[in-house]
């Protein structure tokens, strides 16, 4: 499908979306917005793609939402905004809830929505040159939208900090937080970032809907009888598929899944 704002990059099993507004530091507008949600659609409905970047191009990965966008925003009584703060949880919460791996290749400034970006994907891989932060107090808003992401990630007491001082978290600060996995040379991004694509394609891609919805379900629930049994039901589902018996096999057989092919 034709985009405005981004750039559809197809390799083998591999798709990476790139944000394309270079100039304005892909920063988020209506058309943004509503092009990630389709294109996120679009490939976790697409078969031959296994895993997804999210990639920025230009120097900043994501400087978060657009000045005039916001100015815009400003102006627009109550039912304007909340349709547009709609459409940007929406977003968010459609590329956290993809089916299959994503990454965030992280370049440069991820701001605001550009944290919250970051936070909804599966793996963050960043370079050293890469920084965040929740800056929306300066703003005098919240980071509404993204809280739920961001919080997942850093935590609810790192959150207080980060959500009221709107301080610039640089890349080391980041990965301490648990924002990013990885951090490397700027040279070496998407090295490191082939490294990890390389590793996911090797699981199984029912195995990993099913480990992601796994994650979702036992995450800070209490350990009791429901969960355990919960979890016994998934495994159990699991193991009489197709997926699963060939993947057994192959492991015995000593040799390739179905899934990763010749």
Known sequence: ????????????????????????????????????????I???????????????????????????????????????????????AGMLRTLAEMKKPTIAR??????????GLTAACDIAVASS???FATSEVKFGIIPSAISPYVLRAIGARQAYRYFQSAERIDAARARELGLVHEVVEPEQLDAKVQEIV???????????????????????????????????HRIAHLRATPEARDGIAAF?????????GE
């Open 198 to 232: 390389d590793a996911l394609i090797q699981g199984g891609p029912l195995a990993q809907a099913a480990a992601k919805e796994l994650i979702r379900a036992v995450d800070n629930q209490p350990i009791n009888h429901t969960l355990v049994e919960d979890t016994a």
């Open 106 to 115: 992280v370049q440069g400034a991820a701001l605001g929505g550009g944290t």
């Open 1 to 40: 499908m034709p985009f405005q704002a981004l750039q559809i990059e197809l390799s083998g099993p591999v798709a990476t979306i790139w944000m394309n507004h270079p100039d304005l530091h892909n920063a988020f507008d209506e058309i943004l917005i509503a092009e990630l949600t389709a294109a996120c």
């Open 252 to 260: 015995l057989d000593k040799r390739s899944p179905a899934w990763i």
């Open 42 to 88: 679009a490939l976790d409905e697409d078969q031959d793609v296994r895993v997804v970047i999210l990639a920025g191009r230009g120097k900043s990965f994501s400087a978060g939402a657009d000045l005039n966008w916001m100015k815009r925003a400003a102006n627009n009584g109550l039912d304007d905004n909340l349709n547009d703060a709609r459409a940007l």
């Open 129 to 131: 040159k890469a920084f």
